[in-house]
């Protein structure tokens, strides 16, 4: 069915991505009218833009969204143009209603309904997920001196590959995955030291994405059901031991040191008051909500996010929101993770948009 301004639309799905996908396959279950507006020019999401060479730390079979499983590679983990051509082929799989490019700029409440408002016209809908990820809205720290600082910056959504750094000296600074699998790439072909607000957690060779999802299954079914539980330490945060990141302990450079005070023109001040000139600054600092789009419904809290009773908005029932991360359902920025809140999300849709026409 061609979806168009005019057509009653059910849902409204923001976004692409796995998130987008994996609850897509779920609404479309229902019979609901649904149409995914994508800001992406291509399919595969926030995967589009992971640096060359990253590589997931789960299996393919553990790491797909439900309704078909990701094609097996012969070698190690699935590389990112694997997961890209996984989630392209997914979507031609289940022929989603996609628009793209389409960048929504603002979400308008109606009499029944929520407007959403993109750069050339409008969607009206019922119900609205939000699955626009985090990679769009990456954090940079503010240090003092920053913007006296004559050298490159650039946030790990930019990187693309080592080469331009070589013979560089670089910061890496940021303590998770992405910190420890780019300091070990490029720490091969420049000076590069790795910075981290505290001693970073290394899980150890045998654990990889398939258990840190089971602790985080557990960890969610004991909230479900009241408990507490006493798990080993690893939380998605902490860093797998992929292939890359071992290769990088054996040549003694998965070391890190403690956060320095301020930049000046040519490097960075240490807490000892030593300094040290720098190139290029690699911010590995993580991500914030990308919901600028729902800026104008005045839902945003001071942290960034937006009040939800599992994934629907507290203070806007039209409103659901999914893939941020573990306050819109543990696991869920993960493939595999985001199965649960995306089941759930289509289940609880269904059941209001059914409700309201009774």
Known sequence: MKINADTPIDVVIIGGGQAALATAYFLRRTGLSLVMLDAEDCPGGAWRHGWDSLRLFSPATWSSISGWMMPPVQDGYPTRDHVVDYLTRYEERYQFAVQRPVRVTSVERLA???????????????????????????????????????????????????????????????????????LAEVSKVAAATWVTPTEPLFLPDDVDGRVLFERATERWKAQQEGRVIDQPVGGLGDVVMVPPVVEARERGVL???????????????????????????????????A????????????????????????????????????????ASATLIGVTRTARSTAAEIEQSLSTAQV
């Not at 809205?137 to 080469?163: K, M, R, T």
């Not at 005070?261 to 240490?270: A, E, I, L, N, S």
């Open 112 to 182: 029944g309904a929520l407007r959403v408002h993109t750069e050339h016209r409008h969607w009206d809908a019922k119900a609205v997920v939000s699955a626009t990820g985090t990679w769009s809205h990456p954090h940079i720290p503010h240090y003092p001196g920053s913007e006296l600082f004559g050298g490159q910056q650039l946030h790990s959504a930019h990187y693309g590959e080592a080469q331009p750094f070589a013979g560089k000296r670089v910061l890496v600074v940021g303590g998770g995955n992405s910190g420890a699998q780019i």
């Open 255 to 289: 070391h890190a040191v403690r956060p320095f005070q301020r930049f000046t023109r040519d490097g960075v001040v240490w807490p000892d008051g030593t300094q040290s000139a720098v190139d290029v600054v690699i911010w590995c600092t993580g991500f914030k909500p």
């Open 291 to 330: 919901l600028g789009h729902l800026a104008s419904l005045g839902l945003i809290n001071d942290e960034g996010r937006i009040e939800v009773d599992g994934t629907r908005a507290i203070q806007e029932p039209r409103l659901w929101l999914v893939g941020y991360g573990e306050w819109t359902g543990s």
